[in-house]
């Protein structure tokens, strides 16, 4: 009887180490678990700043697109909240409005040789451009020649011709 007590206790300890063991591990699992935890929590609040500081910054972005859209009087489609598409529309517009002043311009200046050269002057012959008598050569100095009588009337004109700017 005495054997069998001794060897229930033997037994009764290594069955308390053997749980001692397992609660060690799985107290150390927590505390790891815990701690990946933690480390997660702040990733997650960093990421959270990061994402309110990107959404920030594209609302800001957005503002500013739809201003220029505004100043530019670039019409948006139903459904084009992208600044993507918008920026796209604003180089449309701007696109657009470049040539109409290109086309003013050539205008103004068709109609001020007019003014000036009434019968002299054959404006359908002058609008198919340079002759092809000329070399490349000649035409670059006569383009140096009039560039600056050119610049006085494109500043005398701008008004007419450039959309306004505020």
């Known amino acids: 009887m005495i054997e069998r007590t001794t060897r229930e206790r033997d037994e009764a300890r290594r069955e308390a180490k053997a ?3 397992d609660l060690g591990v799985e107290v ?3 505390l790891d678990a815990e701690e990946v935890s933690a480390g ?3 990733d ?3 990421a959270r700043q990061l994402l309110q500081a990107e959404g920030d910054e594209y609302d800001r972005l957005s503002l500013a697109v739809l201003a220029v859209c505004d100043n530019l009087q670039v019409a948006q489609e139903e459904g084009t909240s992208s600044p993507v598409t918008r920026a796209a529309n604003i180089t449309a517009r701007v696109g657009q409005l470049e040539e109409s002043a290109f086309h003013a311009g050539i205008t103004q200046a068709f109609t001020v040789a007019h003014a000036h050269y009434e019968k002299e002057i054959n404006l359908k012959v002058m609008s198919e451009g340079f002759p092809s008598t000329y070399e490349d050569e000649e035409l670059e100095e ?3 020649m009039v560039a600056p009588l050119a610049k006085n009337l494109a500043d005398n004109l701008k008004e007419m011709v450039l959309p306004p700017r505020e």
């Open 28 to 30: 150390t699992r927590r």
């Open 44 to 46: 997650l609040a960093e």
């Open 19 to 21: 749980r001692q063991t």
């Open 40 to 42: 997660l929590r702040t």
């Open 142 to 144: 006569m383009e140096e």
